[in-house]
């Protein structure tokens, strides 16, 4: 995409922005996303969603 267009989706998001119920709603599913995140990078990943590899030959 060109510049322009994203110049476009600037200024009518600058003349229009997000409700405060938006903006905390984005910022909530961020928040959830660093906090799983931070959950897997301390304890590891749980043994019960690895999914077990299939042989080649069965």
């Known amino acids: 995409m060109n510049i322009i267009h994203w110049l476009v ?4 998001w600058a003349q229009n922005p997000p409700s ?3 903006v905390k ?3 909530g599913v961020i928040a959830v996303c660093i906090a799983i995140a931070a959950w897997e990078w301390a ?9 077990n590899r299939l ?3 069965p």
Do not use: M, N
């Open 55 to 57: 042989s080649a030959k």
């Open 20 to 22: 405060e119920g938006r």
């Open 9 to 12: 989706r600037a200024k009518r």
């Open 25 to 27: 709603l984005v910022l």
């Open 43 to 51: 304890f590891g990943w749980p043994e019960w969603l690895t999914v």
